[in-house]
C-alpha cells in the first residue's frame, strides 16, 4: 500500500483521542474551571505514543515491511509501550482490585503468558534461519572470490544448496523441524524461573502439538473494546490496558507472520474502531502483511521475512543456473554465475548482521513480559493489603 494512502486515511481520524477527549470536554462543560488531571494527561500520552509508533512503521516501503530492520524496530516500539504501560500500572495501582478493573488487568496477563509460547517458537525459528544461512556460508565459500570457477566448486555449492532447498521445503511441509528441541530463554532450562509464585502455569518451550495459530486465537479471545461506562468507572484506565493487550496481539501476529514456527496461520481478526487513534496503522499493517502473504510468490511461504524471500529467490536462481552448465564454463557463463553469488553475499550478510541482535530482542520481550506481569500481579497483591 503506498505511503499516500496511508497517510490520507490516517489524517482522516486526525490522530484524535475521542474517548478521552470527550468524556473530559463533558466535565469541562459542567465545570468550566475544570483542568486536566496528571492521569488525563498520561493516558492520553500513553496513546498518543502508541500511535505515533504505529504510525512510523506503518510508513515503511514494501522493500523494508517484514525485513530484520523492520521487525526489530516493531519490537522497540513494543518495548517502549510496554516500559510506559509498566508505570501507568503502578502509579495507578489503587484502581487494579476494583470492577471491572480487576478482570482487565487479569486478562491482560494471561494473554501476556500466552505470548511467552510465541516468543519461544520465535527463537526456534530464528535458529532455523540461521542453519540455513550456513548453507549460503558454504555456496559462498565455494564459488565466491574464486578467479576461476570449476566442477568441484560447483559440485559443493550445488550440494549446499540442495541442502538448503530441503530444509526450507520440510519447513513449510511440517512447521515442525525444531517443535521438540527443549529451547528456553534460560541458561539453564532445567531451572525453574525464580519469583514467578503468580504463574499458574509458564511454558519455556514448545511442544510438538503447540500451534501459532491456535495461540494467537487464544491471545485474541474475547478482546473487546470496553464499554462506555466502563470507561467512566476506570477513569479511562481501562483503555490503556486495552491498547497494550491489542499491541501485544499485533506483534506477535506480525512475529508469527514473518518467521517460520509451527502451524502458522494468519487467521486472528482485528477488530478495534479508527476511535483509536492507534487502530488506524495497526489495522492498515494488518492488511498490508495480508496482502503480503497472498502474493503468488509468498503464498507457500515458511515465512513471510524479507529476508526468507531473498534466500528463496538466490537458491533459486542458482540452482537453475548451476543445473544448465557445462565445464570449462565460458566467459560469459562464469560472470553470470558470480552475479548470482553476489547475490547470495548481500543476503547472507544481512542476516549474518540482523539475526542475533533479532533474537536477543526477542528474549528481551519475553523476559520484559515475565517481569512486567510479575510486579504488576505484586502491586494488586499489595493494594488488596491496603483495603
Known amino acids: ?4 494512502d496511508f497517510q490520507e486515511a490516517s489524517s482522516s481520524s486526525s490522530f484524535g483521542f475521542p474517548i478521552l477527549s470527550r468524556r473530559r470536554d463533558q466535565i469541562h462543560s459542567m ?3 475544570h483542568e486536566a488531571t496528571g492521569q488525563e494527561v498520561e493516558l492520553e500520552a500513553f496513546q498518543r505514543k502508541v500511535a505515533d509508533r504505529f504510525h512510523d512503521l506503518a510508513s515503511a516501503n514494501s522493500d523494508d515491511l517484514l525485513s530484520i530492520p523492520w521487525l526489530r524496530k516493531l519490537l522497540d516500539a513494543f518495548l517502549c509501550c510496554q516500559e510506559e504501560f509498566k508505570v501507568i500500572i503502578f502509579n495507578n495501582k489503587s484502581y487494579l482490585n476494583k470492577p471491572p478493573m480487576d478482570r482487565y488487568i487479569s486478562d491482560f496477563y494471561e494473554r501476556s503468558v500466552k505470548a511467552l509460547d510465541v516468543c519461544n517458537a520465535i527463537r526456534d525459528g530464528i535458529e532455523n534461519i ?9 555456496v559462498l565459500c565455494a564459488l565466491d572470490n574464486q578467479r576461476n570457477i570449476g566442477e568441484g566448486q560447483i559440485r559443493r555449492a550445488k550440494k549446499a544448496l540442495v541442502d538448503l532447498t530441503i530444509g526450507m521445503l520440510d519447513e513449510k511441509d511440517s512447521n515442525t523441524t525444531l517443535a521438540h528441541r527443549n529451547r528456553s530463554f534460560g541458561r539453564n532450562n532445567n531451572a525453574q524461573p525464580k519469583n514467578l509464585g503468580h504463574f499458574r502455569s509458564l511454558s519455556w518451550s514448545v511442544s510438538r502439538s503447540w500451534s501459532a495459530a491456535r495461540q494467537l486465537q487464544a491471545i485474541s479471545n474475547n478482546l473487546v473494546a470496553p464499554r462506555a461506562n466502563e470507561i467512566i468507572s476506570t477513569n479511562g484506565l481501562n483503555l490503556a490496558v486495552f491498547t497494550m493487550n491489542y499491541v501485544l496481539l499485533f506483534v506477535m501476529w506480525a512475529l508469527v507472520a ?3 514456527c509451527q502451524d502458522r496461520g494468519l487467521q486472528s481478526h482485528f477488530y478495534a474502531t479508527k476511535q483509536f487513534s492507534w487502530a488506524v ?3 492498515l499493517l494488518h492488511e498490508r ?7 503468488r510468490d509468498r503464498r507457500n511461504s515458511c515465512g513471510l521475512l524479507r529476508e526468507i524471500h531473498e534466500i528463496e529467490k538466490c537458491a533459486r536462481h542458482l540452482n537453475e543456473l548451476t543445473d544448465l552448465v557445462q565445464f570449462p564454463l565460458t566467459e560469459e557463463k562464469e560472470r553470470e554465475v558470480k552475479r548470482r553469488v553476489e547475490e547470495v553475499g548481500i543476503v547472507y550478510e544481512a542476516i549474518k548482521d540482523g539475526l542475533d541482535p533479532l533474537e536477543r530482542q526477542v528474549r ?3 523476559h520484559r513480559i515475565v517481569r512486567s506481569r510479575t510486579e504488576g500481579l505484586d502491586s494488586v497483591g499489595r493494594a488488596n493489603n491496603h483495603d
Open 1 to 4: 500500500m503506498p505511503t499516500t
Open 31 to 33: 465545570d468550566p474551571t
Open 130 to 138: 540461521r542453519q540455513w544461512q550456513k548453507q549460503l556460508e558454504i
Open 258 to 260: 514473518a518467521i517460520p
Open 281 to 283: 496503522p495497526i489495522l
Open 289 to 295: 502483511i495480508l496482502e503480503e502473504s497472498k502474493k
Open 364 to 366: 528481551e520481550v519475553f
